[in-house]
């Protein structure tokens, strides 16, 4: 009766070929400066190359986002995406139908960018529970993807936003007025609709935009809780609200949150979310059944508790099924918790990645993980193949990802 998410990455790689649509342009060319010389004394070396050649470097990476589907932004303000991390069948492919974007959220199967010129939200992929939110939904669990087109309110208004947020099946927007509209699946109230069923007993989606939230300044979304934070820099939360676990259960109202101070960034793993504030650390609530909130003691945080092991100043952190990854003020990459679930082995121990190299972006899913380096690669770590809850092969080996 509930519509399965599209959870293995045999199909995400099906799913992304459709998805993206490959542009084999012609990278641009750079020729060096030619400076006038005296003759040569050997006529013969007259005929040497007056000039060379060289390809121009590819451009650089500006954010990265890793799930079932994983993509990243480009300086020259192009998204692109790749299937399993290292599988041959599924190389870097730019999303189809995008004009240029400034910001890039995705989910699982289906993604949203933020055009430039006037910050209408584009959303691109599949579309069974309406989570491109252009007024359309395929059937239930069709796998069916989509080039990227314009989000729409009821009343056929283009959305611009000022802020949004791409969770596993749905997705959120802060419009210009401080209201936040949601859109897709809510089969946990994280689109703002309480949950039911249609008539055949699926699962209803959120078809247009609706309104969830008045007064927003910023908004934080993944898998499937929407957050928002008002001027009072309070936190208002609604969904999953990380599965359950965490004793708040799930609402498709809007509920007020303790936060340990202004919150900056936040992060949502299938059953824990962390954020960051002002102040060093990582703060994180949900379940610690990997070690992936630390050594606090306890299997389960109803608040946002800090990271014992997680204590050093950090710009950017990551949440997957079992694991959380943070990045800190000097570039260094550091994981807790345990990489893969089901047989994986938990850690409590803060474990440092340096085969990530310096990095100022980190991002992780299911046993994967993919740091943005400072020099605008991004490189990835973990699951090959059909890796999906501890099958598969994983791989600790550093694999740059190609621009396509």
């Known amino acids: 009766m509930t519509p399965a998410r599209v959870a293995s990455t045999a199909i995400a790689t099906t799913l992304l070929v459709g998805l993206v649509h490959c542009h084999a342009e012609q990278m641009p060319m750079v020729r060096e400066a030619v400076h006038d010389a005296p003759k040569p004394v050997v006529a013969a070396a007259a005929t040497a190359s007056a000039s060379t050649v060289a390809p121009a470097p590819p451009p650089k990476v500006t954010a990265v986002e890793v799930t079932q589907t ?15 991390l290292g599988a041959d069948n599924a190389a870097s492919q730019y999303v189809d139908g995008l004009p240029p974007v400034d910001t890039m959220h995705v989910g699982d199967g289906f993604g949203c960018a933020r055009a430039i010129a006037d910050q209408r939200v584009y959303c691109w992929g599949l579309d069974y529970t309406a989570q491109r939110g252009t007024g359309t939904a395929d059937a239930p669990e069709t796998t069916t993807v989509h080039p990227a087109g314009q989000v729409v309110l009821a009343d056929g208004t283009r959305v611009v936003a000022k802020d949004f947020l791409a969770g596993g099946a749905h997705a959120c927007a802060l419009l210009a007025t401080g209201d936040v509209v949601c859109w897709g699946a809510t089969m946990f109230g994280q689109a703002g609709e309480r949950p039911g069923h249609d008539a055949t007993g699926y699962w209803r989606a959120v078809k247009k935009p609706v ?3 008045h007064g927003a300044t910023r908004v934080f979304g993944g898998v499937a809780t929407s957050c928002a934070v008002n001027a009072k820099e309070e936190l208002y939360c609604w969904g999953d609200q990380d599965a359950g676990v965490n004793g708040a259960g799930s609402t498709f109202v809007p509920k007020k949150i303790a936060v340990p101070g202004p919150v900056r960034a936040m992060a949502f ?14 703060f994180c609530r949900g379940s610690n059944d990997h070690g992936d909130l630390g050594s606090a003691g306890r299997s389960l945080h109803t608040n946002f508790d800090h990271v014992p092991e997680l204590s050093r100043k950090y710009v950017s952190i990551a949440a997957a099924r079992s694991e959380t990854c943070a990045v800190t003020t000097d570039g260094d990459v550091e994981c807790l918790g345990a990489l893969l679930w089901g047989n994986a082995k938990a850690a409590t121990t803060t474990a440092n990645v340096p085969e990530l190299g310096k990095a100022i972006a980190v991002a992780a899913d299911m046993g994967s993980r993919c740091a943005l380096g400072v020099a605008g690669v991004v490189q990835c770590m973990g699951k090959l193949g059909s890796n999906v809850e501890g099958r598969g092969e994983l791989d600790l080996r550093p694999r740059a990802i190609p621009v396509p």
Do not use: I, K, N, Y
């Open 70 to 84: 994983p993509c990243a932004l480009l300086e020259t303000h192009r998204v692109f995406c790749w299937g399993p």
């Open 211 to 213: 309104v969830v939230f």
């Open 269 to 282: 793993g299938s059953g824990h979310s962390c954020l960051l504030t002002d102040a060093p650390g990582v």
